[in-house]
C-alpha cells in the first residue's frame, strides 16, 4: 500500500505542500503527544520538530549554516495530524527536492518519521523521569533506552558495525577515498554508521552501497547518528536508512562509542578532533585497559600531513603512550579494511569471554564527566583546565570540550548567537599546549575544514590564550 499522497505545488517557488502517512513503522501517538507536537511555545516541541524536519526535507544539501535553510523556507512548516486510522503529517510549504512528481521520496519520508519518533520519545521520557540522568550508570542506560527505541540495537548478528567519523568540508580527493574505504568494508560485509551528514559522514556509506550490491547482501545498515544542533547544519544524507536523534552531543558520542566494533576516522576538522579526544580519553582511563577497540586514521596520501599533526598534537597533550590506542594507515583502503576485520573478531572473542553484548558495549566504562553535558558559553570556555598536572583522560575530557566549543560557535545557532553578543571564545591553558592548539586551528581554516567552502571567508569564533 502506497505510504504517500499526492503533494501539490505551493504558491511559493520551489515548494510543495502534502499530506503524507508516515513510511516506516512509525507507532502511535497519544493525543497528549500530537497535541506537544503542535506546541509551538517554548515548553512544546513543535520549534524543534520543524528545524529537524526540514533538515530532513533538504537531505544532500551543501550547507552548514543553520540559518540559511530556515532562512530559505521561512514559511515551511510541519503537523502531525491524529486521525481515526493513525497520524498524518502535514507539509506546508516542504523544499521541493523531497519530491518527485508529487510524491515524497521514500527514504525522507522515513527519516521524518525517525524524527517525530525521536522527538516525542525522548521528550516524554525526560517529562515522566523515565532517565536517571544523575550518575553514569542512568545515562548509559538512557543511551540504550533511545537507541532501542529507534531499534537501532540489532540482536543475534555477529560485530560488523564500523563507525566512520571525519569532516563535512573535505576535498573531493578525501571524499573519494573514504568511498574507497567503505567499499572495501562492504566487500567484507561490514556495516556502516557515521554522524549522517556530507563529506566523509556519507563517502563511506555511498562505497559500502556499491560493495553490498555485488555481495547480493540484503538488509545493509546505514545507521546515522545526530542530535538537535547538528542536525541543521548537517542534513542527513540520503543513504542513511537508519536515523537517530540523541538529546544532545555527550549521548551522540556515547551512542557511537557503545554501538560500534570499530571506528575509522578520516580527515576533518574540530568536530572530528572532539571525537577523537572522546574515544581517546575512554580508553586512557586505567578502568578500561586491556578492552579492545580498533582505531584507524586513515586518508589519501595527500592528508599525511593532517595526521602527522593530528598525531603530533595527541602525543604532546597525552603523551606518547596515546599512540598504542590507534593506528595511521595512509592510502591503502583495502589494508584499512582488512586490519579493521582483524581488530573487530579481537572484539568478538572479547565479548564472548567476557559474557558482553554484541549489539551494545556494556563493558567499557565511560566517565561521568564524558556524559555530563558541557554548555559552551564564554565563563565555561574560559575555565577549562588544560594543563598537563591532571590525569589524561580528564585532560582529553577538557580538550574535547574546548573542540566542542569551537564547533558550536561554527555551526550551531545558540553558539553563533553568543559570538555575535560577546565576541569569540577564549581557550586558555599551558603554552606549548595553546601552540600546538593554535597551530592546529590555524591548519584547519587554511584546509577550509572548518566550514563549508562558498560562502564568505571563516572568521575564527575563538582566541587562543597562553597564560
Same mark, same amino acid.
Given at each position: 500500500m502506497n505510504a504517500v499522497q499526492a503533494g501539490k505545488a505551493s504558491s511559493r517557488a520551489g515548494t510543495v505542500s502534502a499530506r503524507i502517512s508516515p513510511a516506516g513503522g512509525l507507532d502511535i501517538l497519544s493525543r497528549n503527544e500530537v497535541a506537544r507536537l503542535r506546541d509551538a511555545s517554548g515548553s512544546g516541541m513543535h520549534m524543534l520538530l520543524r528545524r529537524c524536519a526540514l533538515a530532513v526535507l533538504t537531505s544532500g544539501s551543501m550547507s552548514d549554516d543553520p540559518r540559511g535553510i530556515l532562512e530559505q523556507y521561512p514559511d515551511f512548516d510541519i503537523q502531525v495530524l491524529q486521525q481515526d486510522r493513525g497520524i498524518k503529517i502535514e507539509l506546508s510549504n516542504a523544499p521541493a527536492q523531497a519530491f518527485v512528481d508529487g510524491q515524497i521520496i521514500r527514504g525522507i519520508n522515513e527519516l521524518l518519521v525517525a524524527v517525530v519518533r525521536d522527538i516525542v520519545y525522548v521528550s516524554t521520557q525526560l517529562e515522566q523521569g523515565g532517565f536517571d540522568l544523575d550518575d553514569t550508570v542512568g545515562l548509559t542506560h538512557a543511551v540504550f533506552e533511545i537507541l532501542r527505541n529507534a531499534r537501532i540495537l540489532k540482536p543475534q548478528v555477529d560485530p560488523n558495525l564500523v563507525v566512520c567519523w571525519g569532516g563535512h568540508s573535505i576535498s573531493r580527493e578525501e571524499y573519494e577515498y573514504?568511498?574507497? +574505504?567503505? #567499499?572495501?568494508?562492504?566487500?567484507?560485509?561490514?556495516?556502516?554508521?557515521?554522524?549522517? @551528514?556530507?563529506?566523509?559522514?556519507?563517502?563511506?556509506?555511498? @562505497?559500502?552501497?556499491?560493495? /553490498? *550490491?555485488?555481495?547480493?547482501?540484503? /538488509?545493509?545498515? #546505514?545507521?546515522?547518528?545526530?542530535?538537535?544542533?547538528?542536525?541543521? *547544519?548537517?542534513?542527513?544524507?540520503?543513504?542513511?536508512?537508519?536515523? +537517530?536523534?540523541?538529546?544532545?552531543?555527550?549521548?551522540?558520542?556515547?551512542?557511537f562509542v557503545r554501538i560500534s566494533h570499530g571506528i575509522i576516522v578520516f580527515p576533518g576538522g574540530v568536530g572530528t578532533a572532539e571525537e577523537i579526544l572522546y574515544l581517546l580519553g575512554i580508553l586512557l582511563h586505567p578502568d578500561n585497559a586491556g578492552i579492545p577497540f580498533p582505531l584507524i586514521f586513515t586518508g589519501p596520501k595527500q592528508s599525511a600531513p593532517y595526521f602527522e599533526q593530528i598525531d603530533r598534537f595527541l602525543r604532546l597533550t597525552l603523551g606518547e603512550q596515546v599512540a598504542q590506542h590507534y593506528q595511521i594507515i595512509v592510502d591503502d583502503p583495502a589494508a584499512v579494511a582488512r586490519a579493521m576485520v582483524r581488530g573487530i573478531e579481537k572484539v568478538r572473542n572479547y565479548r564472548l569471554d567476557n559474557k558482553d553484548a554484541f549489539f551494545f558495549n556494556w563493558s567499557l566504562n565511560i566517565p561521568f564527566a564524558f556524559q555530563l553535558p558541557f554548555r559552551p558559553t564564554h565563563e565555561a570556555m574560559r575555565a577549562l583546565a588544560i594543563r598537563r598536572n591532571r590525569p589524561r583522560h580528564e585532560l582529553a575530557a577538557d580538550l574535547r570540550r574546548a573542540f566542542s566549543g569551537i564547533v558550536a560557535g561554527n555551526v550551531k545557532e545558540d553558539g553563533i548567537r553568543a559570538i555575535e553578543q560577546h565576541g569569540p571564545f577564549e581557550i586558555d591553558g599551558e603554552q606549548d599546549f595553546m601552540r600546538a592548539l593554535d597551530e592546529l586551528l590555524k591548519a584547519f581554516v587554511v584546509q577550509h575544514r572548518m566550514k563549508l567552502p562558498g560562502g564568505s571567508a571563516y572568521v575564527p569564533c575563538y582566541k587562543v590564550l597562553a597564560s
Open positions: 573514504t568511498k574507497q +574505504v567503505g #567499499y572495501q568494508l562492504g566487500l567484507r560485509s561490514m556495516d556502516i554508521c557515521t554522524g549522517c @551528514g556530507p563529506g566523509a559522514m556519507k563517502g563511506p556509506m555511498k @562505497g559500502a552501497t556499491i560493495a /553490498h *550490491a555485488k555481495q547480493r547482501r540484503k /538488509h545493509n545498515r #546505514y545507521i546515522g547518528i545526530t542530535e538537535p544542533g547538528i542536525i541543521a *547544519a548537517e542534513s542527513p544524507n540520503p543513504i542513511v536508512n537508519n536515523l +537517530v536523534i540523541m538529546p544532545d552531543i555527550e549521548k551522540r558520542l556515547e551512542a
